[in-house]
C-alpha cells in the first residue's frame, strides 16, 4: 500500500463516484426512496442532495415499478440516471421494466436506441433484517440478456465500477453488500475507472483458486489464510462484474492451480457461482485435479433470529471444508 | 379549429392508415400465416388527430397496436411494413415485428406490447422533456387494459407528483364490446371505476372524455391538453372512445367489413349488409369524409384521387417489404448490449 493512499469506506467511495461523475454530466440524475434530504436508510447517499438539490437527487412515492420506468424512459430519451432499489429484494417490482423493457429496447429497436442507465440495490445478509430485506437476488437479472451485472468487493472497486458502470450506455445493475458498507480501503483520489468485465486477483495462491465476489472476497481471503497455516497455497480471483464475466482470466487463474472452489453469497442453487463452476470447469478442464466446488448459502428463506440468519452467510470453514475434501 | 389544409393532412393520414392495415391484414392471409397482429382499423382520427399536433422534438410510446401510430407520424410505410413482416429491411431488422415496430427517427421512445408498460416509461421521457424545457412533451398511447395493470397507477402518481409533461392517451376501442375471449375476440376491458378517467382524476390529473372516432373532437380536445403541458401544466388524460371494429379478433383480424369502399362517403345509401351500422356511425375514415365534403373542403373526384395516390404510395411499400429478404439468422446474435 502506498503511503500516501487514504482509507474510505466502500459507501463513501461509490458517493465518491457518484459526485464526481455528477459534476462532470448534467444528464445524470439520482432516484429513489428516501435518498434526498434523509440520505439513503444506510446514508449510502450522503450529501449529494444538499450538493446537486431536488432536480437531480429526487425523492419518489413507494413505487419501484413506476420509478424505474421513469429511469428507463429517461435513459432512452438521453439521460443517464441512476435509480437506488432500496434492497434487491424489490427488484421483484421493477421486474417487467426491468426484464421486458430496460434490457431488450436496444435489442429489438435494431440498435437505434440505447438505455444508459444504473439500478443501484443493496444484498446481504446481516442484522435480523428478515427474509424480503436480505436477499441477494443478482441471479434473477444475470439470466437475462442485455444486463450488466457489477458487485465490488472493496472500496476502491466500489468507485472504479460505479463510474464505469454510469458512464456505460447499457443498464448497469450495482450490487452492494450492505455489510460491506462501512468495510475501509484505499481508494484513488481523481478519476478511478475499473472496467466492468476485468477480474482481479486479491491474492497470489499456487495450490487452489478460490473464486468470490462482493463481500465473499473477504470469506475466500479468511479462508485463504487458514489454509495457509495447513500449508495450502490459496489463490483469490474476484470477477468483479458478473455480466460481463471475465471467462479468461477466471479460466487461466483455475488452469494454473487445477483447483478451484466458487463461493456465492447467493442461493447456492441455480445461482451465479454454479454458472461459474461451469464455466471454468469447462474452460479449464484438461488441468483440473479435482472437480469444481461450489460454497453458497443454503435453499431456504433467511431467517430472522441472529443464530439462524447465520446460517445463510457463507464462512471461512465451510470453504477450507471444500478445499480439505479436494486433497482427502 | 382545424386549418383547411390541417383538415386534409388529418384525412389523407387517416386514409394510408386504413389502406395499409388493409394490405396487412391482406398479406397475412396470403403471405405470412404466422404470428399477431394489432390493427388501427376503426381508430384512424385519434393517431392521425394527435400526430398532427406534435412537433418533432415531442417524443411517444406505443403499443403493440402502434401501425397507424407510426405511419401517422410520417414514418415510410415500405420499411413499417417490412417490420411488420420480420424482414431485414425494417426499422428494427425484424427484431421488433408488428408489435414491437418501433422507429427512433420519428420520437418513438419505445413499442411495448407489455400492457401499461409504456405508461411508465413515458414518464421518464416526459422527466428528460422537463429538464430540456423547450416545451416538448411525451404523449404515451395505450389502450383501456393498460390501465388494469399496477404501473399505471404508479407512473400517473408519479407524473401528477412531478407535474410532468406527459399526455396520457387512452384509447378505449372496447365500448360497444358484448362478445369477447369466448368467440375469439379481444377481451373488453374490466375495471371497477365508473369511467377510466376516473382514476386519474382522483389524482388531480386533468382528464377528458373524446369520441375518438370524431377528428374534431379529438382535434379540439387534444389540442387544448397539450397547449396546456407545453406551458407546463401539469399530465392529462384523455379517454378515446371508439367503437370496436367488428373485425378484430385475437391473432387472425378479418376484413369482415370489406376492403374501405368510398363511395360509402358520398353515396350513404350505398353501405349495406351486416355491418352497415358500424360503417355508418363509427367509421372515422367513412365519416371525416362525409364531414369534410359537407363543409366543402374536398369533394367526390379529389378524394377519388387521394387514394389513388395513397394506393400506390402502400402498393410500392409492400413491394417493398416482400422483395426484402429475411435476416441471416446470425444477424439475430449481435447487438444485445450497446
Known amino acids: 500500500m502506498q503511503q500516501n493512499e487514504r482509507q474510505i469506506s466502500l459507501k463513501a467511495a461509490v458517493i465518491e463516484a457518484i459526485a464526481r461523475e455528477f459534476r462532470r454530466d448534467p444528464e445524470t440524475f439520482y432516484i429513489g426512496e428516501d435518498v434526498g434530504v434523509a440520505e439513503g436508510i444506510f446514508k449510502q447517499t450522503q450529501g449529494l442532495h444538499a450538493e446537486f438539490g431536488d432536480r437531480r437527487v429526487i425523492d419518489t412515492p413507494i413505487s419501484e415499478a413506476g420509478m424505474f420506468g421513469l429511469t428507463v424512459g429517461a435513459a432512452v430519451a438521453g439521460m443517464r440516471p441512476i435509480v437506488e432499489i432500496m434492497f434487491s429484494d424489490f427488484l421483484t417490482l421493477v421486474m417487467d421494466q426491468l426484464v421486458n423493457h430496460a434490457a431488450k429496447i436496444h435489442y429489438l429497436s435494431g440498435g437505434g436506441f440505447r438505455v444508459p442507465l444504473v439500478l443501484r440495490t443493496a444484498i446481504g445478509v446481516g442484522g435480523v433484517l428478515g427474509s424480503t430485506h436480505s436477499q441477494t437476488l443478482y441471479a434473477w437479472p444475470a439470466h437475462v440478456p442485455g444486463l450488466k451485472l457489477a458487485a465490488p468487493s472493496t472500496p476502491a472497486d466500489a468507485k472504479g465500477l460505479m463510474t464505469a458502470a454510469i458512464r456505460d450506455d447499457n443498464p448497469v445493475l450495482y450490487f452492494e453488500d450492505r455489510m460491506t458498507y462501512n468495510l475501509k480501503g484505499p481508494v484513488p483520489e481523481g478519476e478511478h475507472i475499473v472496467e466492468l468485465g476485468l477480474a482481479d486477483i486479491k491474492r497470489e495462491g499456487t495450490d487452489v483458486t478460490l473464486i468470490a465476489f462482493s463481500r465473499m472476497v473477504h470469506v475466500a481471503l479468511e479462508a485463504a489464510e487458514a489454509l495457509a497455516e495447513k500449508g495450502i497455497s490459496a489463490q483469490v480471483v474476484d470477477p468483479r462484474s458478473i455480466v460481463p464475466l471475465d471467462t479468461e482470466t477466471l479460466v487461466d487463474a483455475v488452469a494454473r492451480t487445477g483447483r478451484a472452489v466458487v463461493i456465492d453469497g447467493g442461493h447456492e442453487l441455480y445461482g451465479i457461482g454454479g454458472e461459474i463452476a461451469a464455466t471454468v470447469a469447462e474452460g479449464a478442464f484438461d488441468y483440473l485435479d479435482a472437480p469444481v466446488m461450489r460454497v453458497g448459502a443454503p435453499h431456504n428463506p433467511v431467517p430472522c433470529s441472529k443464530p439462524l440468519e447465520a446460517l445463510m452467510v457463507p464462512n471461512a470453514d465451510q470453504v477450507v471444508a471444500k478445499v480439505e475434501r479436494m486433497y482427502g | ?338
Open chain 2, 1 to 338: 379549429m382545424i386549418e383547411q389544409t390541417q383538415a386534409l393532412r388529418i384525412f389523407e393520414s387517416m386514409l394510408l392508415i386504413r389502406r395499409f392495415e388493409e394490405t396487412v391484414i391482406d398479406l397475412w392471409a396470403t403471405v405470412e400465416t404466422e404470428g399477431h397482429r394489432h390493427v388501427y382499423i376503426g381508430q384512424e382520427a385519434v393517431g392521425a388527430t394527435i400526430m398532427e399536433l406534435l412537433r418533432e422534438d415531442d417524443l411517444i410510446l406505443t403499443t403493440h397496436r402502434n401501425h397507424g401510430h407510426v405511419i401517422a407520424r410520417g414514418a415510410d410505410p415500405g420499411r413499417a411494413l417490412a417490420e411488420i413482416l420480420g424482414r431485414a429491411d425494417g426499422f428494427n431488422k425484424g427484431r421488433g415485428g408488428s408489435a414491437g415496430l418501433t422507429v427512433r427517427e420519428a420520437g418513438f421512445l419505445a413499442t411495448t406490447g407489455q400492457v401499461g408498460g409504456g405508461i411508465g416509461l413515458g414518464i421518464g421521457a416526459a422527466q428528460a422533456q422537463k429538464v430540456k424545457g423547450r416545451g416538448g412533451i411525451c404523449v404515451t398511447f395505450f389502450g383501456d387494459g393498460g390501465l388494469e395493470e399496477g404501473i399505471g397507477f404508479e407512473a400517473m402518481n408519479i407524473a401528477a407528483l412531478y407535474e410532468l409533461p406527459v399526455l396520457l392517451v387512452c384509447e378505449n376501442n372496447s365500448v360497444g364490446v358484448t362478445t369477447g375471449r369466448a368467440q375469439n375476440e379481444w377481451s373488453s376491458s374490466s375495471m371497477a371505476a365508473e369511467t377510466l378517467g376516473d382514476v386519474p382524476r382522483a389524482l388531480g390529473i386533468a382528464t377528458e372524455v373524446v369520441p375518438g372516432e370524431s377528428v374534431t373532437a379529438v382535434y379540439d380536445a387534444a389540442s387544448r391538453l397539450i397547449g396546456d403541458l407545453r406551458e407546463g401544466r401539469s399530465p392529462a388524460f384523455i379517454e378515446m372512445r371508439t367503437r370496436r371494429w367488428p373485425g378484430s379478433r385475437s391473432f387472425n383480424p378479418q376484413l369482415v367489413t370489406g376492403v374501405t369502399d368510398l363511395a360509402g362517403i358520398w353515396e350513404p345509401g350505398s353501405v349495406t349488409g351486416e355491418h352497415s351500422d358500424w360503417i355508418n356511425r363509427y367509421d372515422p375514415v367513412i365519416g371525416y369524409g362525409r364531414e369534410l365534403m359537407r363543409q366543402g373542403l374536398i369533394d367526390r373526384d379529389e378524394i377519388r384521387a387521394m387514394d389513388e395516390r395513397i394506393s400506390g404510395r402502400v402498393q410500392a411499400a409492400r413491394e417493398f417489404a416482400l422483395s426484402s429478404p429475411l435476416p441471416s439468422a446470425e444477424s439475430g446474435l449481435t447487438g444485445t448490449f450497446a
